[in-house]
């Protein structure tokens, strides 16, 4: 059993769309990431939260501990958002360590 | 903007030998992670190191794995006995705090081919 889903697993958009993507876990965090891999490879973080909401720019993440659930919303979505969108729980011991999403990966077509 | 750097970015060796993946973490961070992704699959933790001592590992850090950072500034990964599953994109990260309170920065990544 994953302790982290993600869905969708793919996603294809239209450039303007809103997209969501979603992340559920099993286990009990203390955190949560969502990082960006680059179609070259390179990973990127987006964010770090333990509650509530956080807005960068066009993206914004929620989380909601009780349900054990967060997602990733990207606003007016653009081509060169398109990339894999990673959801990473930290979970366990005093530095805590990160259990990884599968990934969604989503493509923006003009 | 600070990075961590990663060499080499492509490493290619022969089942059985050891290679060495370095990393540099950016200068005033204080915790350090390795992770790997095979091919098509989701990103692993490997090992994570504070105060120069590992203080995490998962179950497939065994004992052919081992991290140094040997001189201040740089973070190693050593496979001493490389095999064919070992074949993956080993990322370093680093933080300024530890990842309940800080964000992640990571490396490129270096891909290691065994052969």
């Known amino acids: 059993k994953n302790e982290v889903e993600q869905s969708p697993q793919n996603l294809t958009a239209q450039e303007g769309e809103f997209i969501t993507i979603n992340c559920s876990y099993s286990?009990?965090?203390?955190?949560l990431h969502w990082l960006q891999q680059h179609p070259g490879g390179g990973i990127v973080s987006l964010f770090m939260l333990s509650s509530g909401k956080k807005k960068h720019g066009r993206l914004i993440a929620t989380i909601n501990i009780q349900e054990k659930h967060s997602s990733l919303h990207i606003t007016a979505s653009h081509p060169r958002d398109s990339a894999v969108y990673i959801c990473?729980?930290?979970?366990?011991?005093?530095?805590?360590?990160?259990?990884f999403g599968k990934g969604t990966k989503l493509s923006v077509k003009p | 903007e600070p990075e961590v750097t990663q060499t080499p970015s492509h490493q290619v060796t022969q089942m059985g030998q050891e290679v060495i993946l370095r990393c540099v973490p950016i200068?005033?961070?204080?915790?350090f992670y390795w992770y790997r992704q095979i091919l098509g699959q989701k990103v692993e933790f490997l090992v994570s190191f504070y105060n120069n001592e590992i203080s995490e590992k998962s179950e497939i850090f065994d004992d052919q794995f081992s991290v140094e950072r040997p001189d201040g500034s740089n973070f190693t990964l050593k496979i001493r006995s490389t095999k064919l599953e070992d074949s993956a994109m080993y990322f370093c990260a680093s933080s300024m705090r530890g990842l309940y309170n800080s964000p992640l920065h990571f490396g490129n990544g270096t891909r290691l081919t065994v052969t």
């Open positions: 200068s005033n961070h204080l915790y």
């Open positions: 990473a729980v930290v979970t366990g011991g005093s530095q805590g360590n990160l259990i």
């Open positions: 286990v009990g965090i203390s955190a």
